[in-house]
């Protein structure tokens, strides 16, 4: 897992819950670990919505300075 | 006397002969010009003259170290005696001297073909004047209108400071001034051209700039040097050695220095087309900005998002799928385990008509007739109820 401080790029976060998707796509893991591996998928999915939220932000307002 | 008899040319030619001789005009200096040079068996044969008269001369057998040419200035020391075969008095020179502007033309020519096969005329070597002087040294006399001419010129075209070094520029020892005016100025660091030169003169005047040691002089200067030796038609050795030869003083303060307002404008045409230059350079940039912002990039902007914005969808779709279809596995999995457990349930025993009997003391099953007394109370458990019974006998 990411240590504190250092935050996940979003494509890593991406990629790591694609992991976790595929994962769990096989269906073959134990409940306990299943429900872990989907709240991880879920934090990460927040991340980058998070992520791609506040560059869209950045690119509004970028695009507002040079108008 | 001698008018009183008749004479023959034999005899009348001796008398004059006689005359002459008896003057004894012996081992005498004449100067004057040779013409109609002549040689003939190792004897020269020409006459020297001057703007009034012609005088025949001969010379025997001579090994002068030059060779004669006409319209040379010579000095021919000789007797003056009469040749009576041909009626007339000549000079029969034992020394002949080159004389006058002669020999130092001579004197010229070789220094010139000395000087140039030294190298000392290459134009390889001859050093750029700088465009703007900070200082110059003017090396002339002090009196002369050369001077004035150049200050004048210098003045108008373009104002500096001028460094004089005052010098005779002609007569015994002036040779030897400007030499070391030259060295003294290439002793100093804050002059940047120096010039020399004179006014115009006879040919005799200009004889300091034909000198070696001056030509030597302005050839190891490290300051460029321009010579402006008399008029324009005057050539001297000084011109040939410098780095530039300008055909007056007043040409040569010209060359020193550029004009104040040629430099202006020059300097105004320059501001322009840097200025021109530079808006181009913008203009060229500015159009590539524009282009680029007109690109897709920048005019849709969020499309940039777009492919993760799908890739994340994607990818929590799969995961909200992944989760609902594991869960539903699992249920269905529990839901089938059921159906067998329940298969088993001993309680469906019941539907098809059997019973259970237990035990009300510990409510436990019993199945053998050893597990009850006689007097126990037991229930009994059918399909849709119980019934509580007393064990009356045993078998």
């Known amino acids: 897992m990411q240590s504190e401080g250092e935050e996940i790029k979003f494509e890593e976060a991406l990629k790591?819950?694609?992991?976790?998707?595929?994962?769990?796509?096989?269906?073959?893991?134990?409940?306990?670990?299943?429900?872990?591996?989907?709240?991880?998928?879920?934090?990460?999915?927040?991340?980058?919505?998070?992520?791609?939220?506040?560059?869209?932000?950045?690119?509004?307002?970028?695009?507002?300075?040079?108008? | 006397m001698l008018n009183k008899?008749?004479?023959?040319?034999?005899?009348?030619?001796?008398?004059?002969?006689?005359?002459?001789?008896?003057?004894?005009?012996?081992?005498?200096?004449?100067?004057?010009?040779?013409?109609?040079?002549r040689e003939a068996i190792g004897n020269l044969y020409f006459d020297l003259k001057d703007e009034r008269a012609l005088l025949r001369c001969i010379m025997f057998q001579h090994c002068l170290p030059f060779s004669l040419k006409n319209g040379m200035k010579v000095i021919v020391k000789g007797d003056i005696?009469?040749?009576?075969?041909?009626?007339?008095?000549?000079?029969?020179?034992?020394?002949?001297?080159?004389?006058?502007?002669?020999?130092?033309?001579?004197?010229?020519?070789?220094?010139?073909?000395?000087?140039?096969?030294?190298?000392?005329?290459?134009?390889?070597?001859?050093?750029?004047?700088?465009?703007?002087p900070s200082k110059i040294a003017i090396i002339t006399s002090p009196d002369g209108a050369a001077l004035q001419d150049m200050l004048n010129v210098l003045s108008r075209r373009f104002p500096i400071s001028v460094v004089l070094a005052p010098v005779r520029v002609q007569g015994e020892g002036s040779a030897e001034e400007i030499e070391r005016a030259l060295n003294i100025i290439n002793s100093r660091d804050d002059i940047d051209v120096i010039i020399i030169g004179r006014g115009g003169g006879s040919w005799e005047d200009l004889q300091p700039f034909n000198e070696e040691n001056v030509a030597r002089a302005i050839f190891s200067s490290k300051i460029?040097?321009?010579?402006a030796v008399g008029h324009e038609t005057d050539f001297t050795i000084a011109d040939f050695v410098a780095d530039k030869r300008a055909p007056t003083p007043s040409a040569a303060a010209e060359m020193a220095v550029p004009d104040r307002k040629e430099l202006v404008e020059y300097i105004e045409s320059n501001i322009k087309r840097l200025q021109k230059m530079v808006e181009n350079k913008l203009t060229f940039y500015r159009n590539i900005?524009?282009?680029?912002?007109?690109?897709?990039?920048?005019?849709?902007?969020?499309?940039?998002?777009?492919?993760?914005?799908?890739?994340?969808?994607?990818?929590?779709?799969?995961?909200?799928?992944?989760?609902?279809?594991?869960?539903?596995?699992?249920?269905?999995?529990?839901?089938?385990?059921?159906?067998?457990?329940?298969?088993?349930?001993?309680?469906?025993?019941?539907?098809?008509?059997?019973?259970?009997?237990?035990?009300?003391?510990?409510?436990?099953?019993?199945?053998?007739?050893?597990?009850?007394?006689?007097?126990?109370?037991?229930?009994?458990?059918?399909?849709?109820?119980?019934?509580?019974?007393?064990?009356?006998?045993?078998?």
């Open chain 1, 16 to 67: 790591k819950l694609e992991e976790i998707v595929e994962e769990l796509e096989k269906g073959d893991m134990p409940l306990e670990e299943t429900i872990r591996k989907f709240e991880e998928g879920i934090k990460l999915c927040k991340i980058c919505k998070e992520k791609l939220e506040k560059a869209e932000m950045k690119i509004e307002k970028l695009m507002e300075d040079i108008k």
């Open chain 2, 5 to 37: 008899r008749i004479y023959t040319v034999g005899e009348i030619t001796a008398h004059i002969k006689e005359i002459i001789e008896d003057a004894c005009i012996n081992d005498i200096w004449v100067e004057g010009e040779i013409s109609n040079l």
């Open chain 2, 81 to 132: 005696r009469v040749y009576e075969k041909k009626g007339y008095y000549q000079l029969y020179a034992k020394e002949i001297k080159i004389g006058g502007v002669g020999e130092l033309f001579m004197k010229f020519l070789e220094l010139k073909e000395k000087l140039e096969k030294e190298g000392l005329f290459d134009e390889k070597l001859k050093k750029e004047l700088p465009r703007i």
């Open chain 2, 224 to 227: 460029p040097v321009i010579s």
């Open chain 2, 289 to 395: 900005v524009e282009g680029m912002m007109k690109r897709k990039t920048f005019l849709y902007p969020l499309e940039l998002l777009l492919g993760k914005v799908e890739r994340w969808e994607n990818t929590f779709r799969r995961l909200k799928d992944a989760i609902k279809k594991y869960l539903n596995e699992r249920k269905r999995e529990i839901e089938v385990k059921e159906e067998i457990v329940k298969a088993f349930n001993p309680y469906a025993i019941l539907e098809r008509g059997y019973s259970i009997c237990f035990r009300l003391k510990d409510n436990k099953v019993f199945s053998s007739i050893k597990d009850v007394e006689v007097g126990d109370d037991i229930k009994v458990i059918v399909k849709d109820g119980e019934a509580k019974c007393r064990v009356k006998e045993k078998k």
